[in-house]
């Protein structure tokens, strides 16, 4: 008993699984660079290498006794208020910050703190989803 395949067909097919397998590594692919939920941290080795220092100049703010409250209105105003160690307002401080959502770590913006003269300092957020936001 023979079975008979006709080239053109076999040739067909092949090239058809082939396309579709290209279709979907393409769907794929773009799926996973469009992901606004997911980034890469920036300079992550040289962060990591800094990492004493990192830590003896967080020694160093704690030894200082300065205090930081900051606080976030429902209108998406941050507000950032700093006091030394003998609770004396810091009236002359150059704030800025990264600020990012959990769900779009890729969308980071750069927020300048602008001060009152009685050492509050004000932002406003950039519009996102509600939820957890990350401030550096």
């Not at 990492?51 to 160093?60: C, F, L, P, S, V």
């Not at 429902?74 to 950032?80: G, K, V, Y």
């Amino acid at each position: 008993m023979q079975i008979y395949l006709p080239i053109a067909e076999v040739s067909v097919n092949v090239f058809l699984l082939l396309g579709m397998n290209m279709l979907i590594v393409g769907i794929t692919v773009y799926a996973a660079l469009s992901d606004k939920s997911v980034s890469i941290e920036k300079k992550y080795y040289e962060k990591a290498l800094a990492w004493d220092e990192t830590a003896k100049q967080r020694e160093m703010n704690s030894a200082m006794g300065w205090k930081v409250d900051i606080t976030a209105s429902a209108a998406r105003q941050l507000e950032i208020t700093l006091r030394d160690s003998s609770g004396q307002p810091i009236r002359a401080a150059k704030i800025s910050a990264e600020v990012f959502h959990d769900a779009r770590s890729s969308e980071r913006a750069t927020l300048a703190f602008i001060g009152d003269g009685t050492g509050t300092y004000r932002a406003l957020c950039p519009e996102g989803p509600d939820g957890s936001w990350h401030l550096r």
